[in-house]
């Protein structure tokens, strides 16, 4: 249900604001979890909302050292030759020291024209050397969120969960909504609908 006595505000947004943006039509997370559940956590924290790791993941090819090639990231040939794709099994996803691997978040984002979010690590995950990297979410941007994976460690493989927590997502309300968004800026959006994994375009 609406809150018909909420009043948008710029700033950092609260539960409060994540909420009112995520019930009717075009709800900016979806399917939104109005509280926290799982372990790591996902779901609506008090200032911002935990997203959940999705199945699908691409790992680089290992090098056989039959091979040399410089990735371009302009090039999709070099993309398809770099990436393979793979689906979890058991709900796991084992990221081996040093990998890194692209995978994706299980809610689909749909972005206020004034609202944009930074997505950060969760700490369970940054305490075991996995870094969580992806690029802001702008005004006016759809789609699956694609997670850049980093295992830090020089030593360990660390093992993923899918459905449970995996980034953290924290939502700021610009004072005066921008005159271009992502779905109408002079470049074109390459990445905007993007329905899983996506690699570099």
Not at 58 to 86: C, H, M, N, V
Request: proline share 5%; charged share 25%.
């Amino acid at each position: 249900m609406i809150d018909e006595t909420y009043i948008a505000k710029p700033g950092r947004l609260s539960d409060r604001d994540i909420t009112y943006l995520c019930v009717g039509e075009n709800p900016m997370i979806s399917p939104f979890s109005a509280k926290q559940a799982g372990k790591p956590s996902f779901g609506l924290s008090s200032s911002g909302y935990d997203f959940r790791l999705g199945a699908i993941y691409y790992r680089q090819k290992e090098y056989t050292g039959e091979y040399y090639r410089t990735i371009d990231p302009l090039s999709k040939e070099d993309q398809s030759f770099a990436w393979e794709r793979y689906e979890a099994e058991n709900n796991e996803i084992i990221i081996y020291a040093g990998e890194c691997i692209l995978t994706e978040t299980m809610e689909t984002i749909n972005m206020p024209d004034d609202v944009v979010s930074t997505v950060l690590g969760k700490s369970t995950y940054a305490r075991n050397n996995i870094i969580v990297n992806a690029t802001p979410l702008e005004s006016g941007w759809r789609g699956i969120v694609t997670l850049e994976l980093h295992n830090c460690s020089n030593e360990f493989p660390v093992k993923l969960r899918v459905g449970q927590g995996i980034a953290q997502a924290i939502f700021d309300r610009m004072a005066n909504p921008p005159a271009r968004t992502y779905s109408n800026r002079e470049v074109d959006g390459k990445y905007q609908d993007q329905v899983g994994v996506t690699t570099s375009k």
